[in-house]
């Protein structure tokens, strides 16, 4: 006995979305290596910077190794004592050493988010403008969690030489954060956006366990 056969409508039966998890993952690993690639290249880029001005004591988010002479430069600037700071080292030449580690961040963003709104639709792309916001994401975090500006931060030490407000530079890095997730987001499918948010989120913090843990202690040594 013969099954009746089902009418030709001429079109295709549509294919079901893989599982999240399955989905996510090439945006998870995607998000792994971009998130060491941003680390080295900020704080590679500010030890260069350091090491070109003649500045020597730099350490990760302490901002100076105790009793070195940039450890004694940030105590004269805290107490607004800058002709002693100025005696040991330049502040626009330690201002710049910092400044350029979030200005790489700030074009990795902006170049990558360019780009995928145009219709790039490259995982390590998009994973570069996520990464390179992590840093940023960081500073929020900890600023509102602690609801205080730490010296221990770039961004803090940075106001202290510039003058801007400390809430002007927190308020940047919310905005950066929201462009580097918010552009590219937006620029995928609503298929595609749950599963890329999940990994790459996922994938972001697990690079900046990896990179705090192994990638820091090896730069910085």
């Known amino acids: 006995m013969h099954r009746p056969l089902t009418p030709h409508t001429g079109s295709r039966p549509s294919i079901p979305p893989p599982p999240l998890a399955q989905a996510a993952v090439p945006w998870f ?16 880029a500010q030890l260069w910077a350091f090491k070109h001005f003649g500045i020597s004591g730099r350490t990760l988010h302490h901002g100076a190794t105790p009793d070195s002479l940039l450890d004694i430069f940030w105590n004269h600037v805290t107490r607004d004592e800058w002709q002693a700071a100025g005696a040991l080292f330049m502040p626009t030449h330690v201002g710049w050493a910092i400044a350029i580690g979030p200005l790489l961040m700030l074009s990795i963003v ?10 790039s639709r490259s995982r390590i792309i998009l994973a570069m403008a996520v990464a ?11 600023t509102l969690l602690s609801l205080r500006f730490s010296p ?16 002007a530079m927190l308020a940047a890095h919310v905005l950066l954060i929201a462009t ?3 552009l590219p987001l937006f620029a995928l499918s609503d ?7 999940v990994g790459l989120a996922a994938g972001v913090m697990l690079g900046m366990i990896v990179s705090e843990l192994i990638l820091a202690p090896w730069l910085f040594s």
């Open 152 to 167: 221990a931060f770039d961004e803090v030490r940075l106001s202290q030489l510039s003058g801007v407000p400390a809430f």
């Open 180 to 182: 580097a997730w918010t």
């Open 29 to 44: 690993i995607a998000a792994l290596i971009a998130v060491p690639i941003t680390f080295l290249i900020q704080n590679g």
């Open 132 to 142: 390179a916001a992590a840093p940023s994401l960081y500073f929020v975090l900890a």
């Open 110 to 119: 902006l170049l990558c988010s360019n780009r995928v709104t145009k219709g």
């Open 191 to 197: 298929r595609e956006r749950k599963p890329v948010g």
